[in-house]
C-alpha cells in the first residue's frame, strides 16, 4: 500500500506565501515523476507544476516565476514553494506520484490540501 500525505495549506493574505508538502509512504520501491495539481469547484483539475525524478521541472504560465517545485529524495517529498500568492491561486491543491511498489508502476493521489488566498 502506498499513501501520499499533504501539509501546508492554509488562510493567507494575498502576496504572502506558503510551502506544501507530500511525503509518500509504504511500499516504495522507486518514485519517478512527481507534481502538484489544483482544482476549484466545478472545474477540471488543472496541473501547477512538476518534477521529474532528475529534477526537471514545469510550471504551468500562470505560477511562473511565483511557485517552485522541489523534492527531497531520501524523504521520498515533494514540495511547492508558492510565492505573491493571489486570490485566483485559491483551491484545493493535490500532489501525485508515478510509484513503483515492487509488482508494477501506479499513479498515486494525495487527498488534497486547502489553500485559500484573500483579498
Known amino acids: 500500500q502506498v499513501q501520499l500525505v499533504e501539509s501546508g495549506g492554509g488562510l493567507v493574505q494575498a502576496g504572502g506565501s506558503l510551502r506544501l508538502s507530500c511525503a509518500a509512504s509504504g511500499s516504495i520501491v522507486s518514485i519517478y515523476d512527481m507534481g502538484w495539481y489544483r482544482q476549484v469547484p466545478g472545474k477540471q483539475r488543472e496541473l501547477v507544476a512538476a518534477?521529474?525524478?532528475?529534477?526537471?521541472?514545469n510550471y504551468a504560465d500562470s505560477v511562473k516565476g511565483r511557485f517552485t517545485i522541489s523534492r527531497d529524495n531520501a524523504k521520498n517529498t515533494v514540495y511547492l514553494q508558492m510565492n505573491s500568492l493571489k486570490p485566483e491561486d485559491t483551491a484545493v491543491y493535490y500532489c501525485n506520484a508515478h510509484i513503483y511498489n515492487g509488482r508494477y508502476v501506479g499513479l498515486y493521489w494525495g487527498q488534497g490540501t486547502q489553500v485559500t488566498v484573500s483579498s
Open positions: 518534477i521529474t525524478s532528475e529534477g526537471s521541472t
